[in-house]
């Protein structure tokens, strides 16, 4: 599995024409030039809400970040799942790659909030267009009685997503449980700093602890 390098990611909301007013059930491209300079929701805001459906381009690493962030919610000690959607439809259990079908169970039972993190819209269209929707439909039933605790977050290349009738299937099936918030909210990932000067200080500290590696001393 490779390495997690934290890009410090920001996110913001997309505007109502992208979403419930959006004329086409496709998203146009040109228009999210404007959002890719500016954000102001980290991750600590995201996990706070219950339904965020989350998109970016191919290779912005979504599966990467998400991955991270469940591994952070269970080392809190938190009920946390990462599923991938196109598995869901032929077997859940096979779905999880974070948490297990045990603890997906231990969570259902008890009164604690979970988070379930789902990748992703565009992996589970790849065999059937219909799959996404199957296995929202799957799971709705899994966690009927859980859903006013489960925290859902979704992920998607920005051209699979459809944001009318996704939108619509995603609200029917998970309302949201903060009637003030409204229904689900759809955010756009972007990062703060350049991907290579990230990499270029990953770099130096991979040398720095080769360096201190070679002057230690063998350990008996």
Not at 2 to 27: A, C, G, H, V
Not at 134 to 152: E, G, M, Y
Not at 156 to 161: F, K, L
Request: net charge positive.
């Amino acid at each position: 599995m490779e390495q997690f390098i934290n890009l410090d990611r920001l996110f913001s909301l997309l505007p109502n024409q992208y979403t419930y007013n959006s004329k086409e059930d496709s998203i146009n491209l040109e228009g999210f030039s404007r959002f890719q300079e500016d954000g102001s929701l980290g991750w600590n805001e995201l996990l706070q809400a219950y339904r965020i459906v989350i998109l970016a381009e191919a290779g912005a690493g979504k599966t990467q970040e998400i991955r991270h962030a469940t591994q952070n919610l269970q080392s809190e000690g938190k009920y946390a799942f990462f599923l991938r959607l196109e598995h869901i439809v032929d077997d859940l259990e096979s779905a999880f790659e974070i948490g297990t079908s045990q603890e997906f169970q231990n969570w259902i039972d008890s009164n604690d909030e979970g988070w379930i993190l789902l990748d992703s819209v565009d992996e589970a269209r790849l065999k059937d267009p219909k799959d996404f929707e199957r296995a929202l439909r799957k799971l709705s039933v899994q966690i009927a009685i859980a859903k006013p605790r489960t925290h859902l977050i979704i992920t998607s290349r920005i051209t699979a997503w459809r944001p009318k009738s996704d939108l619509k299937l995603c609200n029917s099936l998970f309302p949201d449980v903060l009637l003030t918030l409204g229904i689900a909210r759809v955010i756009f990932m972007k990062t703060r700093f350049r991907r290579k000067l990230v990499l270029r200080q990953h770099k130096a500290n991979l040398n720095s602890r080769r360096l201190a590696l070679r002057s230690t001393p063998w350990l008996i």
